[in-house]
């Protein structure tokens, strides 16, 4: 059984290229930087949850209103993801390497495509919010809050947009724990002004759905203004220069220019294939955009650890690569996944034995309602545990550059394969929401195998940043 926590049985003999540190050294380097991306992935769910929950004061229409602007939301931020896989790679890799200056090279430029590309999505979404809406299945019942909602989070979108990219290059050096922080400002602030603003508490005006869109842009704000603070300060590692932001550096954005397209690939074939599964599910009716709304926060929440170790994995495989050690690369890879495989056997326990007070938290009016929610919570405990491997090695390909094969998995299984499942059972089959969930469970353990084979082939180990 020992035999498993044994790293030098992970690289095979041909592989070594020098000392292979124990299970518990890997360990602790590991969780030195993903234990700060898994917190701030989870205060980002946790916020999200708040959201939801404070939203659902104002009736259920309301919260499903805020269900149906996710997908169009998550579209814009997929952009940014996109930059900011891009980002990481390079930044993780020069660290790696000991390249201070390509490092605040990548920071500059990725910032000034960041804001561009961040002021394009916040016109365009702003402008046609209701049609995003209306396109995502928004009923009758819940249009003007969805329209509204949407509306003000696009129009402030460029905080959003370049905060994360200045916390993907902390990440890529390893700081993980000034991108946790930030978030953290952030949620306080969200959490504290949805107080203030959704019911109208201690004075201030009552701006119910608007004031939820409103607390979010201004945590995001301060946010941004507080990571704009880690990079003017003296004796950081990444620096702000003024100078280096008016001028282009060719052979930087040539290594963006590299990843990018396979990287928004990716994250376009995940978000499509995302949306036309949310439609799918919002045609369903007013029900199931409530009751699916509940349990993918709740899932989002849990999922938020997989994502960390997916962050914070790439940043610590893209600096053994850096260090030109694959084989130190390919140990830290597997330590991680045996940690996230831990991690998803606790949440599946969690979601199972805790889901019933968590749902009751967003007040479900029947219990219809909260009994389809309850059942639909079991089968997303057990998704948690195909998702978070997959996710890890997804941040381990896209770490090492290996963006081009992600896009090819995001098409096949997410584009093509869940939409077309949850479709079958939710509708000819009739399983209603439940094939939605069904379908996802699937799509996850596809991806698992498209993924695990992939990071069997070293082919990712020989990739050039």
């Known amino acids: 059984m020992l035999k498993i926590f044994d790293t030098n049985r992970m690289v095979k003999e041909e592989e070594k290229q020098g000392d292979i540190p124990n299970y518990l050294t890997v360990t602790k380097n590991v969780m030195k930087i993903v234990w700060p ?11 999200t949850l708040f959201d939801g929950i404070m939203v659902s004061t104002l009736g259920n229409d309301a919260n499903a209103g805020v269900t149906v602007t996710k997908q169009p939301i998550y579209l814009m931020i997929c952009f940014i993801t996109a930059l900011n896989i891009a980002l990481t790679a390079i930044v993780s890799r020069r660290y790696g390497e000991k390249d201070q200056v390509s490092v605040n090279k990548a920071l500059h430029e990725g910032l000034k495509l960041s804001l561009l590309i961040s002021v394009i999505l916040s016109i365009i979404f702003a402008c046609f919010s209701r049609e995003f809406c209306v396109l995502m299945g928004a009923t009758d019942n819940n249009i003007e809050y969805a329209a509204t909602y949407l509306k003000i989070i696009a129009a402030g979108f460029v905080f959003n947009g370049l905060r994360l990219s200045i916390n993907a290059c902390q990440r890529g050096i390893g ?6 922080v930030t978030n953290l400002i952030a949620n306080l602030v969200n959490i504290g002004l949805n107080y203030l603003l959704i019911e109208g508490n201690l004075g201030f005006p009552r701006l119910e759905i608007a004031g939820a869109a409103y607390a979010t842009i201004t945590g995001n704000a301060v946010a941004l203004g507080v990571c704009i603070l880690t990079i003017i300060l003296p004796n950081k590692y990444l620096k702000l220069s003024f100078k280096q932001l008016i001028h282009f550096d060719k052979k930087t954005l ?8 396979s ?3 990716d994250q376009l074939f995940l978000r499509i294939g995302f949306i036309v599964f949310a439609i799918i599910v919002n045609y369903l009716g007013d029900e199931a955009i409530y009751v699916h709304g509940i349990c993918n926060d709740l899932n989002s929440l849990m999922f938020t650890l997989a994502d960390g170790f997916s962050i914070g994995t790439a940043a610590v495989v893209g600096h053994r690569l850096g260090e030109k050690r694959k084989d130190l690369a390919i ?11 831990a991690f998803a056997t606790i949440i599946c326990l969690l979601m199972i034995f805790m889901r019933v007070p968590l749902i009751s938290l967003y007040r479900p009016d029947t219990d219809q309602k909260m009994l389809l929610a309850s059942n639909i919570m ?3 405990a057990f998704i948690t545990f195909p998702q978070n491997i997959q996710w890890v090695i997804t941040g381990i390909l896209r770490g090492s550059g290996d963006t081009k094969f992600t896009a ?9 394969i869940r939409p077309i499942i949850s479709y079958l059972l939710c509708y000819p089959i009739g399983l209603g929401v439940y094939g939605a969930w069904i379908g996802m469970l699937i799509d996850q353990t596809i991806r698992f195998g498209f993924n695990t084979w992939r990071f069997k082939t070293r082919k990712w180990l020989t990739i050039k940043v």
């Open 37 to 47: 991306s898994m917190l701030e992935g989870f205060l980002v769910a946790l916020v």
């Open 175 to 180: 700081k993980t724990n000034i991108s946790m």
């Open 254 to 261: 040539k290594a963006i220019f590299y990843l990018l397209p």
């Open 263 to 265: 990287a928004l690939i």
């Open 331 to 341: 140990v830290y890879a597997k330590v991680s996944m045996m940690l996230s495989l």
């Open 378 to 380: 079991i089968i997303a």
């Open 408 to 416: 090819i998995t995001s098409f096949t299984s997410v584009t093509v």
